[in-house]
Structures are given as structure tokens and as C-alpha cells.
């Protein structure tokens, strides 16, 4: 005998032929604090029942429940247990569906699985149905019904925009029968279209097409598609509301959402839990709509405003259609102000609770919270220290999570190794090889091993960024064109500065500053680095395109357009192999554990094959590569570690070489202090938004964020760097929150048809930045060989790749694929359903407007420009919190900018 509803279910589905599926999906609704507390959505659908099985087809009469019919299903010789049988059959055994008798014939089916082999070999089963005086003689099924019910939460009307606007749209031109004689469906359902069709000709209503989709394919006329209100009583049991229904239509009868109701005359019984149907409300939707204006979200509307059993009361009392839409508009007003009348609470609550902690000014509040100077970096020291331990030994007992950790090394390796070359490239271009790739990877080596060992957060990545670069290039032309002394001199200078604000900004705690930083800010910040890594490359491109693509005699000195063209193929073909690698994740192929185990290879795999392509098939062209002599020092005269000794007295001096240099005097001195503040500026907000977006509640960190901590350790770092003239470094974007990602267990959830995921866990640990980091050390024994072989064209094509697969990360560049998108296409997404489509798009333009303006002076050809630059990054932080409110509502900013 099966003893519970689990088992039951499983012998139903794993029945021969055929079968049956009956699912429930029950969640906590939120919404009206009203009769009902959800929805409950039943869809039917007809599917063909095989040759070789499926249960009968046969009409049950009440009587089966009987524990007399059931003694002559099962005889004495079957060993069963009556008693046992009438509660087996009593009890639910799946959602009931409109068609009542099929789950009964199916409840007998489970009672029947444990003797079904014996039944078989005796062909009993068949014996007993037609023995029975109760049942008529039918061969087999001819079609089955699958039927599937899910919770969904009654609709805010506060929250969710369309809310109101479906409302209005009814009252616009109510449609609405009275006294309805009908006793079936199938007459009700003609009636009220033919009423659509007299009340409204302009829609030119095809009835046959309409009536078709508001029938079940089986021709029985019960309804294939309805929103019930779920009622949960004092003992936890759910009753579905009876009195009315939703009935829902998707047509090509209809270019718009139709609504009409129906108040019958009668009660009537439309099928299992629908028996006293006093109003019926019926939308048709078009086939293709925005998912906020389908059938099942306007359904939800207004089975949240008939979730009010006042409101039902009066509806069914009314005369006439003008006095029901009064009634409805009545309604829907008081149900918008009940949801925003808890919306205000909700937020006076949250705003009487940081009051209650923060009192007095906003000023005084923060001096107390800094004072005594280093009590926040205190804090971080506590708070990591007792999780430090954990921090190299967590996970090590998991093969999982070892597997997790070798794929992300081998990620963070090239993440870090590929781009400090291509960044070392540019500062030797920029500095006169002062600083170049060799110095770049011994700098990431170093401060990426002390980041990992000290930092508060290590799932934090830290690496010369293009602002950096842009910076470094800006301190040579101030020491070249402004002041002419030495740059190594003057560079260290300006670090030296640098680490004493950030100094300054972890013992005061500055970094508090960050909590008015929304995610507005952060996004605005991580796509201008990903746009910024795009226009360097193009540069790139373009200047080789500038160089090669000429003819002789137009001031072209290395003519080959061969060269040009290898250039471009090399760089697309590497971005082009590591996206079509990166997308396997997403393929039908292979199992979804080795698609993304593939999909991990992604870099290393595009730059091996076309460093392949670029140094062997195309080795006549002769492609630029970082170990050339146009980015590289001669090995006899290459240090690492040399320069100039500063000199403060207002001399001058000839080096070696006849270049005149001058001393560093007052007003250089000065302009270092003044540069190492801006850098500072830089590093505080681009390092803090980074640590952001790795602490962001989403990912689920357990041991904690230490800011503070993390701010003191780059000061040190870059401090150490600028004595021995080695490029400087901070947490960046994105490879920071794509390390987390690349440590995070991801679970897929399907919402309304789109692929959710949600970060379940991640694995918090500083074995993966270190061993990473050492591998890049251990990677200055591959220069020359075999690092020479990686074109400069390959390296380019790895920046583009990391900019594009970061975007997708960022609601921001989201909403700009909206506003390309067909409205009908929207995914389900919160702030969809919260805010109207003008507010969405309004605030996406004033987001690209910000991020214009950043762009503008960062990649002018004005040198003194790119000063502005942290400026401009924090001022979008007063933006947001006191301009943007002017021109989009608040409660529209708290959804699209709220969650973070």
C-alpha cells in the first residue's frame, strides 16, 4: 500500500506510456491585507495519451468512493485492506482538476500500482471495471489532462504601475452583463463576447476565435485558464474563494487587452472548487503582449481588488454598468491607498530605526563615529582577524570547492598576466620605456601577493587599471613639459603623496562617505571601465591601420597592409574565440558542469590559438610583441628598480646621456602634493566602489566587508611601488566581482519563462588571489620565451573580452538593451512591473548623460582634463541623492536603484 502523497505521485508519473502531471507551487504572497491572501492559477491542457497504456477513460459515478464499488474493483484476492483504500481515495491525491471523475479513476490507478504486475498476468484489472454494475465498458483513454497550479502574490497596487492603469483602462468603457442565465461555460463565455462585440464595434471581435481560447481543447467547455483567490483559515488550510473567478484568454482575436465581467443570476457550479460562481471576470489578451500587461499579471489585478469581500458584495448588488464601474473605481481607489498607507509605515518604521541610532546632526554623527582616529580600522582588524586562519583552509576538504579554486586561479592568472602586459605596453609608449611590462608584472606580482596575505578583503583583486595608466601619462607631462625634471624622481614624489591620503582616509575613516554611493554610481564607474578598456584597444587598431594601411609617398614609412589586416584579425579573432567559448555555458552540449568548466578556459584558449595564428602563421609580418625594442629597455642597461636620486636645492645638472634636467623645487614639490591628491581621490572612490560590488548582499559574505583595512593596505602597497618606480595598483573592476563570481555556488531558478540565477553561497578564501599572484612572479622566468610569442594584437583582444563579459553585470547596460528592445520581449524583471516604461527610460538616459560627461574628459586630447576625472566620479554621488529625485519619483528610484 502507498503510504504517502510523495509516493503516490511518483507511481503516477511513472506509469507506462503516459503521464500525468499535477504540480503545485505554493509561495507567501504579498500584497492587499484582504480576504484572500493569493492567487491560484490553474492552466488545463489536452495532450494524446500512447497505444500501450495511460489510465482508462472511463466516466465514474460518485458511488465509486464507496467502499462497496470498491470491493468489487478489489477482490479478496488481492490482499488489500479496505479500510485502507476509502482513506487512500479520500485523501487528495493531486490539485483537483475542473474535470472531477478523471482524479478519481487516477486515485484508483495509485491504489492499483502495488498489484499491477499481478493484475496484468490475470488481465484482473480489466475483469473488475467491467464486472462493476457502476462503470460502463470503454477500451482504453483517447487524451488526458494536464494540469498545472501555482501560487502567485495578490498585486501591490503601490508598487506595481500597471495596477492602476488596467483599472483605468476598464473604466474608460465598462463592459459588464447582468442577471446572466447561463448555466454553463460555454454559453456564459458566448454571451459575454457577443456583448464585447455589440458594445464595442470598433475592435471588430472575431467570436469563434475568441470563444476557441476560452475552451479546453478536449471539448468538454470547461475552462482551460483562471486566477482563483486563495483564502488561508486560522487552521493553515487553503480553501479557494468560490464566488468568483478569473477567467483568462490569450487570442489573435484581440490587438488589447479586453476586460468584461459577468454577474449571473444564478450560482453556478463551473467544475471542482469553482461550485457557487456568482461573478465572472474574463480578459483576453493578444497573443504576443509586454509581459506587464499579459493575461495573468492584468488577472492579478483584478483578483486582488475582488479579494475584498465588501466590495464583491456591492458589485453583484449593482443595476447597471455605470454604477459597477463607480463601485470598481471606488474599490481600486481604497486598495491604493490601504497599500500605500503600508508602504508609509513600512518606511516610517525603517526611518524611526535610523534615527533612533543616529541622533543628533548628520555632521556630529559622523565625527562620533570616526573619533578617536583608526577606531574603524580597529574594527576591520577585529573583525577579520578571528577568520583569518579560515581564510587559507576553508574548502580544502571539499573536492568541489578544489575544483572551484583551481579554475579560478587559472581564471585570475591570465585575468591578471594578459592585461598588465597590454598596460605595460602603454606606459612604455607613454613614460619612454621608464615603465614598461617587465616592471608592470614584477608590481602585480608583489602587491597582489601583499594584498592577499594583509587585506581585509581578499576576494578584492588588485591591478593597474587604465585610470592608472591615464594618471602615470599625466605625471610624465608634468615632469617633461612642465617642470623638466626627472620623472622616476617626480613619480615617486606624487606616490609618496598618494599613500599618505590614503593614510589619512583609513585612520579616519572616509570610506563611511561610500554607504551614500548607490548602485547608480557603481555601474556608472564599472562601465566606464569596461569602456575605457574598448577605446584603448580601438586605438590601438587604429594607429596600426594609420601606420601600415598607406601608400608610398603619402608619409607612410612601414607600408603593408598585410600588417593592418593581421592586426585586426588577430584582435577580433581573440575576442571572437573567447566569447564563442565563454557563450558554451549557455549550449545544449555536453552536461551543464563541463559546459562551464569550458567556459573557464575562455581567455586562455582564444590567446593560445591565435598567438599561435599571429606568431607562427603569420611570422613574416613580423607583429609587435611587449619584448620589441620600442617597448623595452636594452637588457644591458634594464633595472627594474632604476632612478633618479631627488634633489631639492635650485640647480641644474646634465645626465649622462646631455639631457638637462632640473631639481625638484617648491612650486614642483607642490604640484606633487596636489597630483597625489587627485590620484588619492582616484583610488579612494574606484577601490571602494570595487569593495562595493564584492560586499554587495547579494553574494551572501559571511565574514564581513573591512574598507578601512583594505584602504591602509593599498596605501602601503602603492607607497613600496613608487619608491622603486613600479606602476601603481588598487581593487578594481570588474575582475573583482568576476572573482567572486568564479568562487560562488549559483543555483538557475526559471521566473515566467526567463533563467534567474541566484548566488547561493561563496567560497571566501585568499588561496586564490596568492597562488594567482605567484604564478605571475614565476612568470618573469618566461621572458623572453615563451611570452614573446603573445602578439600585442592578442593581448588587446583579451581587454575587449574582459569589457564585454563584464557588462551583463550591470543593470545599467541592461536597461540600455531595453530600450532597444520590443516592449512584448521585457523580461520579468522587479522594476518592470514597479515602474512605468518612461521612468525606466528617463533615468537610464540621465545615467548615460553622467557617463557621457566622465568619457568626455577622460579620453579628451587634453592632458590637464583628465584631472577632473575622480572629481567628476565623486560628484556623481551628490547627483544622484539631490538631482536625479527632481526629475524621476522617489519610489520609482527605489526600485530601479534601491536593491544594491
Same mark, same amino acid.
Given at each position: 500500500?502507498?503510504?504517502?502523497?510523495?509516493?503516490?505521485?511518483?507511481?503516477?508519473?511513472?506509469?507506462?506510456?503516459?503521464?500525468?502531471?499535477?504540480?503545485?507551487?505554493?509561495?507567501?504572497?504579498?500584497?492587499?491585507?484582504?480576504?484572500?491572501?493569493?492567487?491560484?492559477?490553474?492552466?488545463?491542457?489536452?495532450?494524446?495519451?500512447?497505444?500501450?497504456?495511460?489510465?482508462?477513460?472511463?466516466?465514474?459515478?460518485?458511488?465509486?468512493?464507496?467502499?462497496?464499488?470498491?470491493?468489487?474493483?478489489?477482490?479478496?484476492?488481492?490482499? *488489500?485492506?479496505?479500510?485502507?483504500?476509502?482513506?487512500?481515495v479520500k485523501s487528495p491525491l493531486s490539485p483537483v482538476s475542473p474535470f472531477g471523475q478523471f482524479s478519481k479513476i487516477l486515485a484508483v490507478k495509485t491504489l492499483a500500482v502495488k498489484w499491477r504486475k499481478k493484475a496484468v498476468k490475470k488481465n484482473h484489472l480489466n475483469m473488475a471495471f467491467s464486472d462493476s454494475p457502476h462503470l460502463p465498458q470503454v477500451d482504453a483513454c483517447h487524451a488526458m489532462y494536464w494540469?498545472?497550479?501555482?501560487?502567485?502574490?495578490?498585486?501591490?497596487?503601490?508598487?506595481?504601475?500597471? =495596477?492602476?492603469?488596467?483599472?483605468?483602462?476598464?473604466?474608460?468603457?465598462?463592459?459588464?452583463?447582468?442577471?446572466?442565465?447561463?448555466?454553463?461555460?460555454?454559453?456564459?463565455?458566448?454571451?459575454?463576447?457577443?456583448?464585447?462585440?455589440?458594445? @464595442?464595434?470598433?475592435?471588430?471581435?472575431?467570436?469563434?476565435?475568441?470563444?476557441? #481560447?476560452?475552451?479546453?481543447?478536449?471539448?468538454?467547455?470547461?475552462?482551460?485558464?483562471?486566477?482563483?483567490?486563495?483564502?488561508?483559515?486560522?487552521?493553515?488550510?487553503?480553501?479557494?474563494?468560490?464566488?468568483?473567478?478569473?477567467?483568462?484568454?490569450? %487570442?489573435? =482575436?484581440?490587438?488589447?487587452?479586453? %476586460?468584461?465581467?459577468?454577474?449571473?443570476?444564478?450560482?453556478?457550479?463551473?467544475?471542482?472548487?469553482?461550485?457557487?460562481?456568482?461573478?465572472?471576470?474574463?480578459?483576453?489578451?493578444?497573443?504576443?503582449?509586454?509581459?506587464?500587461?499579459?493575461?495573468?499579471?492584468?488577472?492579478?489585478?483584478?483578483?486582488?481588488?475582488?479579494?475584498?469581500?465588501?466590495?464583491?458584495?456591492?458589485?453583484?448588488?449593482?443595476?447597471?454598468?455605470?454604477?459597477?464601474?463607480?463601485?470598481?473605481?471606488?474599490?481600486?481607489?481604497?486598495?491604493?491607498?490601504?497599500?500605500?498607507?503600508?508602504?508609509?509605515?513600512?518606511?516610517?518604521?525603517?526611518?524611526?530605526?535610523?534615527?533612533?541610532?543616529?541622533?543628533?546632526?548628520?555632521?556630529?554623527?559622523?565625527?562620533?563615529?570616526?573619533?578617536?582616529?583608526?577606531?574603524?580600522?580597529?574594527?576591520?582588524?577585529?573583525?577579520?582577524?578571528?577568520?583569518?586562519?579560515?581564510?587559507?583552509?576553508?574548502?580544502?576538504?571539499?573536492?568541489?570547492?578544489?575544483?572551484?579554486?583551481?579554475?579560478?586561479? $587559472?581564471?585570475?592568472?591570465?585575468?591578471?598576466?594578459?592585461?598588465?602586459?597590454?598596460?605595460?605596453?602603454?606606459?612604455?609608449?607613454?613614460?619612454?620605456?621608464?615603465i614598461e611590462t617587465r616592471k608592470g608584472i614584477l608590481a602585480q606580482a608583489f602587491g597582489g601577493i601583499i594584498f592577499a596575505l594583509f587585506a581585509g578583503q581578499p576576494l578584492s583583486v588588485v591591478q593597474t587599471t587604465i585610470p592608472i595608466v591615464l594618471f602615470i601619462k599625466l605625471v610624465h607631462t608634468f615632469s617633461d613639459d612642465l617642470f623638466e625634471v626627472d620623472f622616476m624622481t617626480f613619480y615617486t614624489?606624487?606616490?609618496?603623496?598618494?599613500?599618505?591620503?590614503?593614510?589619512?582616509?583609513?585612520?579616519?575613516?572616509?570610506?563611511?562617505?561610500?554607504?551614500? #554611493?548607490?548602485?547608480?554610481?557603481?555601474?556608472?564607474?564599472?562601465?566606464?571601465?569596461?569602456?575605457?578598456?574598448?577605446?584603448?584597444?580601438?586605438?590601438?587598431?587604429?594607429?596600426?591601420?594609420?601606420?601600415?594601411?598607406?601608400?608610398?609617398?603619402?608619409? #607612410?614609412?612601414?607600408?603593408?597592409?598585410?600588417?593592418?589586416?593581421?592586426?585586426?584579425?588577430?584582435?577580433?579573432?581573440?575576442?571572437?574565440?573567447?566569447?564563442?567559448?565563454?557563450?558554451?555555458?549557455?549550449?545544449?552540449?555536453?552536461?551543464?558542469?563541463?559546459?562551464?568548466?569550458?567556459?573557464?578556459?575562455?581567455?586562455?584558449?582564444?590567446?593560445?590559438?591565435?598567438?599561435?595564428?599571429?606568431?607562427?602563421?603569420?611570422?613574416?609580418?613580423?607583429?609587435?610583441?611587449?619584448?620589441?625594442?620600442?617597448?623595452?629597455?636594452?637588457?644591458?642597461?634594464?633595472?627594474?628598480?632604476?632612478?633618479?636620486?631627488?634633489?631639492?636645492?635650485?640647480?641644474?645638472?646634465?645626465?649622462?646621456?646631455?639631457?638637462?634636467? @632640473?631639481?625638484?623645487?617648491?612650486?614642483?614639490? $607642490?604640484?606633487?602634493? =596636489?597630483?597625489?591628491?587627485?590620484?588619492?581621490?582616484?583610488?579612494?572612490?574606484?577601490?571602494?566602489?570595487?569593495?562595493?560590488?564584492?560586499?554587495?548582499?547579494?553574494?551572501?559574505?559571511?565574514?564581513?566587508?573591512?574598507?578601512?583595512?583594505?584602504?591602509? %593596505?593599498?596605501?602601503?602597497?602603492?607607497?613600496?611601488?613608487?619608491?622603486?618606480?613600479?606602476?601603481? *595598483?588598487?581593487?578594481?573592476?570588474?575582475?573583482?566581482?568576476?572573482?567572486?563570481?568564479?568562487? =560562488?555556488? $549559483?543555483?538557475?531558478?526559471?521566473?515566467?519563462?526567463?533563467?534567474?540565477?541566484?548566488?547561493?553561497?561563496?567560497?571566501?578564501?585568499?588561496? %586564490?588571489?596568492?597562488?594567482?599572484?605567484?604564478?605571475?612572479?614565476?612568470?618573469?622566468?618566461?621572458?623572453?620565451?615563451?611570452?614573446?610569442?603573445?602578439?600585442?594584437?592578442?593581448?588587446?583582444?583579451?581587454?575587449?573580452?574582459?569589457?564585454?563579459?563584464?557588462?551583463? +553585470?550591470?543593470?545599467?547596460?541592461e536597461r540600455v538593451l531595453l530600450m532597444l528592445t520590443e516592449q512584448t520581449l521585457y523580461p520579468p524583471i522587479h522594476y518592470i512591473r514597479k515602474v512605468p516604461q518612461k521612468a525606466v527610460h528617463t533615468f537610464t538616459a540621465l545615467q548615460l548623460l553622467q557617463l557621457g560627461v566622465l568619457c568626455a574628459l577622460s579620453f579628451s586630447g587634453v592632458p590637464y582634463l583628465k584631472m577632473l576625472f575622480p572629481f567628476?566620479?565623486?560628484?556623481?554621488?551628490?547627483?544622484?541623492?539631490?538631482?536625479?529625485?527632481?526629475?524621476?519619483?522617489?519610489?520609482?528610484?527605489?526600485?530601479? +536603484?534601491?536593491?544594491?
Amino acid at each position: 500500500m502507498v503510504n504517502n502523497q510523495a509516493e503516490k505521485e511518483n507511481h503516477l508519473a511513472n506509469g507506462q506510456g503516459n503521464t500525468y502531471v499535477a504540480a503545485n507551487h505554493a509561495a507567501n504572497g504579498q500584497g492587499a491585507n484582504s480576504q484572500e491572501d493569493n492567487n491560484h492559477v490553474t492552466k488545463e491542457q489536452e495532450i494524446p495519451v500512447s497505444s500501450n497504456g495511460g489510465p482508462p477513460n472511463r466516466t465514474i459515478e460518485d458511488s465509486l468512493v464507496k467502499q462497496g464499488t470498491l470491493q468489487d474493483i478489489f477482490t479478496d484476492e488481492d490482499n *488489500m485492506d479496505m479500510d485502507d483504500v476509502e482513506v487512500e481515495v479520500k485523501s487528495p491525491l493531486s490539485p483537483v482538476s475542473p474535470f472531477g471523475q478523471f482524479s478519481k479513476i487516477l486515485a484508483v490507478k495509485t491504489l492499483a500500482v502495488k498489484w499491477r504486475k499481478k493484475a496484468v498476468k490475470k488481465n484482473h484489472l480489466n475483469m473488475a471495471f467491467s464486472d462493476s454494475p457502476h462503470l460502463p465498458q470503454v477500451d482504453a483513454c483517447h487524451a488526458m489532462y494536464w494540469t498545472k497550479r501555482r501560487s502567485v502574490p495578490l498585486k501591490n497596487y503601490h508598487d506595481e504601475a500597471r =495596477a492602476e492603469k488596467d483599472i483605468s483602462k476598464f473604466l474608460e468603457n465598462p463592459v459588464v452583463l447582468f442577471k446572466v442565465k447561463g448555466q454553463q461555460w460555454k454559453d456564459i463565455a458566448r454571451e459575454m463576447l457577443e456583448n464585447i462585440k455589440i458594445l @464595442k464595434p470598433s475592435m471588430a471581435l472575431n467570436v469563434e476565435r475568441a470563444y476557441s #481560447c476560452l475552451m479546453s481543447s478536449a471539448g468538454d467547455y470547461t475552462i482551460p485558464e483562471l486566477v482563483q483567490g486563495l483564502i488561508y483559515n486560522h487552521n493553515a488550510d487553503i480553501i479557494c474563494e468560490q464566488s468568483f473567478v478569473v477567467v483568462l484568454g490569450s %487570442t489573435p =482575436a484581440v490587438q488589447e487587452t479586453q %476586460t468584461s465581467f459577468a454577474v449571473l443570476k444564478n450560482s453556478v457550479n463551473l467544475g471542482a472548487q469553482m461550485s457557487e460562481v456568482k461573478m465572472i471576470c474574463m480578459i483576453l489578451s493578444p497573443v504576443k503582449s509586454k509581459q506587464t500587461k499579459s493575461g495573468i499579471e492584468v488577472g492579478r489585478t483584478y483578483t486582488t481588488l475582488l479579494s475584498d469581500l465588501e466590495l464583491r458584495r456591492r458589485l453583484l448588488d449593482s443595476k447597471s454598468p455605470a454604477e459597477f464601474a463607480s463601485i470598481v473605481k471606488e474599490g481600486c481607489t481604497r486598495v491604493m491607498d490601504k497599500h500605500t498607507e503600508l508602504y508609509k509605515q513600512e518606511k516610517e518604521m525603517e526611518h524611526e530605526e535610523v534615527v533612533g541610532k543616529q541622533k543628533g546632526s548628520p555632521v556630529k554623527n559622523f565625527l562620533k563615529s570616526i573619533m578617536p582616529p583608526g577606531k574603524l580600522l580597529l574594527n576591520d582588524i577585529k573583525r577579520r582577524k578571528k577568520h583569518y586562519i579560515s581564510d587559507f583552509t576553508d574548502g580544502l576538504d571539499s573536492w568541489r570547492s578544489i575544483k572551484k579554486y583551481t579554475t579560478s586561479i $587559472i581564471f585570475l592568472y591570465f585575468t591578471l598576466l594578459l592585461p598588465v602586459m597590454a598596460f605595460g605596453v602603454l606606459n612604455s609608449y607613454n613614460t619612454d620605456k621608464e615603465i614598461e611590462t617587465r616592471k608592470g608584472i614584477l608590481a602585480q606580482a608583489f602587491g597582489g601577493i601583499i594584498f592577499a596575505l594583509f587585506a581585509g578583503q581578499p576576494l578584492s583583486v588588485v591591478q593597474t587599471t587604465i585610470p592608472i595608466v591615464l594618471f602615470i601619462k599625466l605625471v610624465h607631462t608634468f615632469s617633461d613639459d612642465l617642470f623638466e625634471v626627472d620623472f622616476m624622481t617626480f613619480y615617486t614624489l606624487v606616490g609618496l603623496w598618494n599613500g599618505f591620503f590614503l593614510i589619512v582616509y583609513a585612520f579616519t575613516g572616509v570610506s563611511q562617505i561610500m554607504a551614500y #554611493c548607490s548602485r547608480s554610481t557603481e555601474e556608472i564607474v564599472g562601465i566606464f571601465t569596461s569602456i575605457a578598456f574598448i577605446v584603448d584597444s580601438m586605438k590601438y587598431v587604429s594607429k596600426q591601420f594609420d601606420t601600415h594601411w598607406c601608400d608610398v609617398g603619402d608619409d #607612410c614609412k612601414y607600408p603593408n597592409r598585410s600588417v593592418a589586416l593581421a592586426v585586426f584579425i588577430v584582435t577580433f579573432g581573440t575576442l571572437f574565440i573567447a566569447v564563442q567559448i565563454y557563450n558554451f555555458k549557455w549550449s545544449p552540449f555536453l552536461s551543464s558542469g563541463k559546459r562551464k568548466l569550458v567556459a573557464e578556459y575562455a581567455l586562455p584558449f582564444s590567446v593560445l590559438v591565435m598567438s599561435l595564428i599571429g606568431s607562427y602563421f603569420m611570422k613574416d609580418l613580423k607583429l609587435e610583441t611587449f619584448t620589441d625594442d620600442k617597448y623595452e629597455m636594452e637588457p644591458e642597461v634594464y633595472s627594474p628598480f632604476k632612478y633618479k636620486a631627488m634633489k631639492f636645492y635650485g640647480c641644474s645638472e646634465e645626465d649622462d646621456e646631455g639631457h638637462t634636467c @632640473k631639481s625638484i623645487n617648491a612650486a614642483c614639490f $607642490i604640484t606633487s602634493a =596636489a597630483l597625489g591628491f587627485i590620484v588619492s581621490m582616484l583610488f579612494f572612490v574606484e577601490a571602494n566602489v570595487a569593495a562595493s560590488m564584492v560586499n554587495n548582499p547579494h553574494n551572501k559574505l559571511k565574514k564581513g566587508s573591512a574598507y578601512h583595512l583594505d584602504m591602509l %593596505t593599498t596605501a602601503v602597497i602603492n607607497i613600496i611601488l613608487s619608491v622603486f618606480g613600479l606602476p601603481w *595598483m588598487h581593487a578594481c573592476l570588474p575582475t573583482s566581482p568576476m572573482h567572486v563570481r568564479g568562487l =560562488a555556488d $549559483i543555483e538557475e531558478k526559471v521566473e515566467l519563462g526567463y533563467v534567474k540565477e541566484i548566488v547561493v553561497s561563496v567560497r571566501e578564501t585568499r588561496l %586564490t588571489t596568492l597562488i594567482a599572484n605567484i604564478l605571475v612572479f614565476i612568470s618573469l622566468l618566461l621572458i623572453p620565451v615563451p611570452l614573446k610569442y603573445i602578439p600585442i594584437p592578442a593581448l588587446y583582444g583579451v581587454l575587449l573580452f574582459i569589457a564585454i563579459s563584464s557588462l551583463s +553585470d550591470f543593470q545599467l547596460w541592461e536597461r540600455v538593451l531595453l530600450m532597444l528592445t520590443e516592449q512584448t520581449l521585457y523580461p520579468p524583471i522587479h522594476y518592470i512591473r514597479k515602474v512605468p516604461q518612461k521612468a525606466v527610460h528617463t533615468f537610464t538616459a540621465l545615467q548615460l548623460l553622467q557617463l557621457g560627461v566622465l568619457c568626455a574628459l577622460s579620453f579628451s586630447g587634453v592632458p590637464y582634463l583628465k584631472m577632473l576625472f575622480p572629481f567628476i566620479i565623486i560628484a556623481l554621488i551628490p547627483i544622484r541623492k539631490f538631482l536625479i529625485p527632481k526629475a524621476i519619483h522617489e519610489d520609482h528610484l527605489e526600485a530601479l +536603484d534601491g536593491s544594491h
